[in-house]
């Protein structure tokens, strides 16, 4: 059974740094995408970035793109999302997910994972 559980999100104040973290569990993941995605009170949840499990190949969402990049450690199992100069509108639930059928990378639409994680909650203050 996969898991995925996301933990690093906390209060950051406008400009700073912060990294997240998506420990995934239950099966080797060996050509499958990984993504990021974020929801904000009262919006859809919407695409952050997605990287390649195997080769690492990344996308970003361009509001993101420049300030945040995805990465993967096999060994640990774990993919990350290292995210700078954060701003107020970057405040949301962050969530890890997971697509074991992978056909294209830069498909942002959420309904194309099968597996989520319970989210975190990154809060960016002024």
């Known amino acids: 059974q996969v898991q995925l559980v996301e933990s690093g999100g906390r209060l950051v104040q406008a400009g700073g740094s912060l990294r997240l973290s998506c420990a995934a569990s239950?099966?080797?993941?060996?050509?499958?995408?990984m993504g990021w995605f974020r929801q904000a009170p009262g919006k859809e949840r919407e695409f952050v970035a997605a990287?390649?499990?195997?080769?690492?190949?990344?996308y970003y969402a361009d509001s993101v793109k420049g300030r945040f990049t995805a990465s993967r450690d096999k060994a640990k199992n774990t993919v990350y999302l290292q995210m700078n100069s954060l701003q107020l509108e970057d405040t949301a639930v962050y969530y890890c997910?997971?697509?074991?059928?992978?056909?294209?990378?830069?498909?942002?639409?959420?309904?194309?994972?099968?597996?989520w994680g319970q989210g975190t909650q990154v809060t960016v203050s002024s």
């Open positions: 239950g099966r080797t993941f060996n050509n499958w995408r």
């Open positions: 990287i390649t499990w195997t080769a690492g190949m990344t």
């Open positions: 997910a997971a697509d074991p059928t992978f056909s294209q990378l830069r498909d942002t639409n959420p309904r194309t994972y099968d597996y």
